[in-house]
């Protein structure tokens, strides 16, 4: 199963793209003013949340760091994704059941629990990421930054892609 721990490699270096292409402004605010540093920390907060969930096989994406220093310093949001790497380094193939807590409400606080597996919970990382980059491009179109095409594209849509340029 190195190949998922590959992909949330590949997923995290789509979000360090974003980063430097952030830290290569002049204007270093638009980092923050965009929106983009929010949807920066929400991703790295979801990895953070599995990472330190799976040591109790315990999950909760619900414990986030909002206003974190990954929203005002790129530098440090860049270490966070070293680290994740590493991380996914080390990690072992492993399908034992964790449990993952998520509110999901929104007129009440209501946090469910659910059953799942490390695997799977990589697989949502990905997805999430892709999500939240797509996003993070149509923002970045109102500074007039641009991205590379396939940023933000799902592995699906890619390999779609690839058998229409061939075919």
Same mark, same amino acid.
């Given at each position: 199963?190195?190949?998922?721990?590959?992909?949330?490699?590949?997923?995290?270096?789509?979000?360090?793209?974003?980063?430097?292409?952030?830290?290569?402004?002049?204007?270093?605010?638009?980092?923050?003013?965009? @929106?983009?540093?929010?949807? $920066?920390?929400?991703?790295?907060?979801?990895?953070?949340?599995?990472?330190?969930?799976?040591?109790?096989?315990?999950?909760?994406?619900?414990?986030?760091?909002?206003?974190?220093?990954?929203?005002?310093?790129?530098?440090?949001?860049?270490?966070? $994704?070293?680290?994740?790497?590493?991380?996914?380094?080390?990690?072992?193939?492993?399908?034992?059941?964790?449990?993952?807590?998520?509110?999901?409400?929104?007129?009440?606080?209501?946090?469910?629990?659910?059953?799942?597996?490390?695997?799977?919970?990589?697989?949502?990382?990905?997805?999430?990421?892709?999500?939240?980059?797509?996003?993070?491009?149509?923002?970045?179109?109102?500074?007039? $930054?641009?991205?590379?095409?396939?940023? @933000? $594209?799902?592995?699906?849509?890619?390999?779609?892609?690839?058998?229409?340029?061939?075919?």
């Amino acid at each position: 199963m190195k190949q998922l721990h590959k992909a949330c490699s590949t997923s995290l270096s789509q979000v360090k793209l974003v980063l430097r292409k952030f830290e290569l402004l002049e204007d270093d605010s638009v980092y923050q003013s965009s @929106g983009v540093s929010r949807h $920066i920390r929400h991703i790295l907060d979801h990895y953070l949340a599995l990472k330190n969930g799976l040591e109790g096989n315990h999950v909760n994406y619900n414990r986030r760091n909002r206003g974190s220093k990954v929203e005002t310093d790129i530098e440090f949001a860049l270490e966070i $994704i070293s680290y994740l790497n590493n991380w996914l380094l080390t990690l072992e193939d492993n399908t034992q059941v964790i449990t993952i807590d998520s509110e999901i409400a929104f007129d009440e606080q209501f946090i469910e629990t659910f059953q799942s597996n490390q695997n799977r919970e990589l697989l949502s990382m990905i997805n999430h990421t892709i999500h939240h980059i797509a996003y993070i491009k149509l923002m970045a179109k109102k500074y007039d $930054i641009e991205f590379p095409d396939e940023l @933000g $594209i799902a592995p699906s849509t890619a390999s779609f892609i690839r058998s229409e340029a061939s075919g």
